[in-house]
Each structure stands twice: as C-alpha cells, then as structure tokens.
C-alpha cells in the first residue's frame, strides 16, 4: 500500500528546521514507545547542519538518545575527518554533542579506502542490526534526504548505475562528474522505510522541486523516493517551493 505524498512549505529555513526537528521528536517517542528503539538514517551535505545543530540544543522536546540509531543514507568516499564527511558534519552538529552512547552511531568506514568493501561492510552491519535474512530490505523508521539542483538524493545522481540497484542494500556508486565513488542506500531501501522525509531550502532548488512534485519527468532520483508501506514528507522553505503551483 503507498500512502500519499505530503508537502509542507514552512515560510523561512528557520521554521523548515524546527518543524523537522520536532517531526524528529515526535517520531522517536512513538518509535520508542511501540518497539523500544528507533533507527534513523541522516542525510549528508549542507541543508540538515541546522536541524541536527536544532537537534543537539535541547530546545524541542527531550527523546531518550539512548535507544536512537543512528545511520547515514551516504556517505563521500573520503575519510571521516575530511571537510566534505558526511559524518563528520553530522558529528559536529549533532553526534558529539547529543548524550548519544557511541554503540548507537554506524558510520560508513571510508578509511578502509575501498569504497565497494566499504559499502559491503556497511551493507553487512545494517543487515546484522535489523536482523534481515537474505533478500529482505531494513524498515528505517525515519530515513531524512536531501535533493540535490539535479534530483539526486542520497548519492543516487541521474544516469548513474546505482539508481538501477534493486538487490543490494548498500552501494558504492561510481559518479563520474565527481570522478569518485559515493556510498549509498538504495531505492528499495528507501522504499522500504516506514518514513522518509526530504529537507529542501533554497531557490536554487526551486526549478528541480517544480520538475520532482509536479511537471516530471518522473525519472529524477528524488521523484523516484515513495516508501511501498511507509509516509512520504516533503519539507519545503518557501524559497524551494516557489515554482509549485499549489495544486498538489
Ligand atoms: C550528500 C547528500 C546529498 C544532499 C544533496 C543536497 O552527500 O551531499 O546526502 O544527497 O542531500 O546533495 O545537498 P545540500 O543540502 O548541500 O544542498
């Protein structure tokens, strides 16, 4: 059963941050309290450093960090340390600053410096923590993405092979306009979550947010992302979603 996309244009980036970050909250309450953990996947680049900053100053409702998990829907393929890390943003706005037992935090170990063995490990971790046998997909109860001025989102960029994965979990996909490889979930992880929530800011995200939501083609990265069983949320400042007519 796929539930219908939902779309929320908050007026300032300041509004879009605190109305994830209290969605945030009120997911992992509920997570919690129905099964006693709840896993999320971080989404990477520049856009989610306020909401995890937002996250991490105490001042929306207190989630016991102890049962959160914490995932990465991708990761560059450079070590954790490096300005362009994935982790290492999440770790200064949120992950070194929140009281988060470091048991809870899986990163994607690009030190191994190989990045298909370094998706295959991290493929393998999220298969432990979930439990899955073979063929079954993990159902994150919340997976953030973001979506880049192409439609991409996670490191799933257009005409790239890891777009046509449906098998593995996690992929090292080689994008060639990087000439370097990125890791990532794959859509039917994606897919497969109970929820997804995109964070979009900015008018130089406004034309792609018009293609994905209304005028297509349907084959952006980003218009690719609807959970079979899950919700879909599409967070928007007002900036991102001026080109959209208001039908939707
Ligand atoms: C990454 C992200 C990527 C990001 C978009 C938007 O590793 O860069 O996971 O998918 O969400 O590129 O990035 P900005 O928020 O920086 O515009």
């Known amino acids: 059963m796929s539930t219908a996309r939902e779309i929320h244009i908050l007026n300032t980036p300041a509004e879009l941050f605190r109305a994830a970050a209290e969605q945030f909250a009120a997911l992992a309450k509920a997570a919690i309290e129905a099964r006693g953990r709840f896993s ?22 207190a989630v016991p960090w102890d049962k959160i998990y914490f995932f990465f829907g991708d990761e ?8 362009e890390s994935n982790f290492r943003m999440a770790s200064e706005a949120l992950l070194s600053k929140a009281p988060i037992p470091p048991g809870n935090i899986f990163r994607v170990h690009t ?6 063995a370094a998706a295959l490990e991290y493929e393998q971790t999220t298969r432990a923590f979930f439990g899955l046998k073979p063929g079954e997909f993990p159902r994150f109860d919340l997976i ?6 192409d439609g991409h989102t996670a490191s799933l960029f257009p005409d790239t092979a890891g777009l046509r994965e449906t098998k593995r979990l996690v992929i090292a996909n080689w994008v ?4 370097s490889y990125r890791i ?22 406004a034309a792609t947010i018009r293609q994905v939501l ?11 992302v609807h959970p ?21």
């Open 176 to 179: 060639e306009k990087f000439h």
């Open 228 to 248: 079979s069983d899950g919700r879909l949320i599409w967070l928007l400042d007002s900036a991102a979603a001026a080109g959209l007519s208001g039908k939707n």
């Open 76 to 83: 560059r393929d450079v070590p954790p340390d490096d300005p």
């Open 40 to 61: 999320v996947a971080l989404s990477g680049g520049s856009t989610p450093r306020s909401l995890y900053a937002l996250l991490a100053s105490g001042s929306i409702p």
């Open 111 to 116: 030190e191994i410096k190989d990045a298909p």
């Open 144 to 149: 953030f993405l973001g979506m880049g001025p």
């Open 184 to 205: 990532s979930l794959t859509l039917p992880v994606l897919n497969h979550a109970a929820y997804v929530m995109f964070l979009v800011s900015g008018p130089d995200k």
């Open 214 to 224: 209304e005028a297509g083609p349907a084959d952006f990265p980003s218009a690719q």
